[in-house]
């Protein structure tokens, strides 16, 4: 395995995804992890579901990263009246020549903030699914090349709150990445207080990357390097999840694709050309455990989602 960082990268990629860190640290301050899993999300052209209790600054980290790389960014606030229509389009009837044209919904951007996309109904909900598979929608049976590149960013209150519809398995398998925010420490909290006392930092926030330079890093981490060995201990890692006996459903083969494109992200984002299982084993957590389904007696027995993966990464053999 070459040990060496990657040439293209270890300037200018560098520098860039160092300022793109910059501008969302300075809005959203002590998450550097969950900013890292953001750009880790952009970079392999997959989507994030954030589930956290409101306020916590999940919106703001949305419009953060629109800002930093100055792309068209559309959001879109989720009611139990929301229709697929809302947010793919339709078309609109010309009185004038009696014919129709095709009027774009929200989702015909490159930023897609889905805003509590749990109070939607599930029919809303998978109006998003061939968008963010394949990053194109079928709309009265033509078919629209999403802009690139396209990225979705959900966030969800926890399903215990008042209003809210489960997300689908079909659903939840088509996110890369799901993460939690959390509540900012006491000092944190009083960085906050003062830097928005009187605007917020957003509207300061400069372009750091273009989306031609975005799409560019999305190909790089493409050619990252991933060892048969590394690759290996992947499926051996994905495999346990369908074998667990505290799991009705474990990782699908797309969970699989996804894994092994996060951690050649995550390496990217670290400057190395080459997949380290130290990568595979961070990413596990937030690209894992929301793809699988905990059986009833797993969750009387106040067993966690995350607590299985732990395990199963510990028992796992790692590659030497």
């Known amino acids: 395995m070459a040990q060496s960082t990657l040439p293209e990268q270890s300037e200018d990629y560098s520098e860039m995804l160092s300022l793109l860190r910059k501008n969302l640290s300075n809005v959203i301050r002590g998450k550097s992890e969950s900013i890292d899993l953001m750009i880790v999300a952009l970079l392999s052209s997959g989507s994030v579901l954030m589930e956290d209790v409101p306020g916590t600054g999940k919106t703001t980290l949305a419009k953060a990263l629109a800002r930093s790389l100055d792309v068209p960014f559309n959001r879109v606030q989720f009611t139990p009246d929301l229709l697929p229509t809302d947010i793919l389009g339709s078309s609109i009837y010309?009185?004038?020549?009696?014919?129709?044209?095709?009027?774009?919904?929200?989702?015909?951007?490159?930023?897609?903030?889905?805003?509590?996309?749990?109070?939607?109904?599930?029919?809303?909900?998978?109006?998003?699914?061939?968008?963010?598979?394949?990053?194109?929608?079928?709309?009265?049976?033509?078919?629209?090349?999403?802009?690139?590149?396209?990225?979705?960013?959900?966030?969800?209150?926890?399903?215990?709150?008042?209003?809210?519809?489960?997300?689908?398995?079909?659903?939840?398998?088509?996110?890369?990445?799901?993460?939690?925010?959390?509540?900012?420490?006491?000092?944190?909290?009083?960085?906050?207080?003062?830097?928005?006392?009187?605007?917020?930092?957003?509207?300061?926030?400069?372009?750091?990357?273009?989306?031609?330079e975005v799409v560019c890093m999305q190909d790089q981490v493409k050619s990252v390097h991933v060892d048969q060995s590394v690759a290996r201990y992947m499926i051996d890692l994905v495999q346990t999840t369908r074998d667990d006996p505290r799991l009705k459903l474990g990782v699908s083969p797309r969970g699989s694709l996804m894994l092994f494109r996060a951690s050649q992200a995550f390496a990217f984002l670290k400057g190395r050309n080459y997949v380290l299982p130290d990568d595979v084993q961070h990413m596990t957590d937030y690209v894992l455990a929301h793809r699988l389904i905990l059986t009833s007696k797993a969750k009387y027995s106040s067993i966690t989602k995350l607590d299985v993966v732990s395990d199963i990464v510990q028992k796992v053999k790692v590659p030497s």
């Open 94 to 212: 010309n009185p004038v020549d009696g014919t129709f044209h095709f009027r774009e919904g929200p989702i015909f951007c490159n930023i897609l903030l889905a805003d509590e996309i749990n109070r939607a109904s599930p029919r809303t909900q998978s109006a998003l699914l061939e968008a963010m598979s394949e990053s194109q929608a079928t709309i009265e049976g033509v078919r629209y090349i999403l802009p690139a590149p396209f990225f979705v960013l959900a966030t969800q209150n926890p399903v215990d709150f008042h209003g809210t519809y489960p997300l689908p398995e079909a659903q939840l398998d088509r996110f890369l990445i799901h993460l939690q925010l959390g509540y900012p420490d006491a000092e944190n909290e009083m960085e906050i207080l003062f830097a928005q006392s009187t605007e917020h930092p957003v509207d300061h926030l400069k372009r750091v990357l273009s989306h031609e």
